[in-house]
């Protein structure tokens, strides 16, 4: 994709280019692998049951997720908040969806009641904002969370489809996870990537190789190899 804008901006094709590339020896293997996994799909667990204030049945629950940067039309964040908002309006929706927003943006500390939830479980308080799992820094003119309320993403209690939105670096000292972003990946049970414009995209190819199903478009450069490979 980027050698095409070059051809078209420069009006010169490019020499070479230089294929992305990824180093699979950070993929851990055997019983690491399978700790990994249980560790951060228990850990989403147990932050979303402190987020929404009930229990969680780990096998009728979908957990699913998108990372990247905070470029909330680009990175397609906008379509993936729409299409879990329609799901929750699915009459036969018989699953539990928790969605998982991964992506870092301007923020001032863990949320304290959330801590508090995770702390002590059977005292539980009242989030002062059940969408996120730290303090926004500026909340109000946030999109996820104009869209998550617009499209009536309300986490409550009885709401079968929930979306909590993470807005820390994922890099094991966030305050609420303590867990490196790959860990928290292979406790998804799926990955959405619905990029409406990206060059090659890295982060539908990690999801594959922690072995996490993805879904990416034909808009992202990795899309478009999928199709042609």
Known sequence: ITARECSHFLGKNVDIV?????????????????????????????????????????????????????????????IFIEALAKLKNEENLTKNIVGFILVPAGHHGASKELLHNMEKKDSPVPLSNPYTTHYLTDSSSDPSLNAMQRLGIDNGADSKVSIIFVPSYLNG????????????????????????YEPWG??????????????????????LWVNKY
Not at 52 to 77: A, C, H, Q, S, V
Not at 177 to 184: D, Q, R
Not at 202 to 223: C, Q
């Open 202 to 223: 890295y982060t539908p190819l990690e999801s594959l190789a922690f072995k996490v199903p993805t879904i990416t478009t034909s808009l992202a450069g990795f899309g």
């Open 18 to 78: 230089t294929p992305n590339g990824f180093e699979n020896t950070i993929v851990p293997s055997g019983e690491e692998f399978g700790k990994n996994l249980n560790e951060g799909r228990g850990k989403l667990i147990e932050v979303a049951e402190a987020m929404l204030g009930r229990k969680l049945d780990g096998d009728n629950t979908l957990l699913i997720g998108i990372g990247g940067r905070y470029e909330f039309k680009n990175k397609g964040i906008d």
């Open 173 to 196: 000292n966030d305050g609420v996870f303590n867990l490196p972003y790959y860990n928290l990946l292979m406790g998804l049970d799926i990955s959405v990537f619905p990029s409406y």
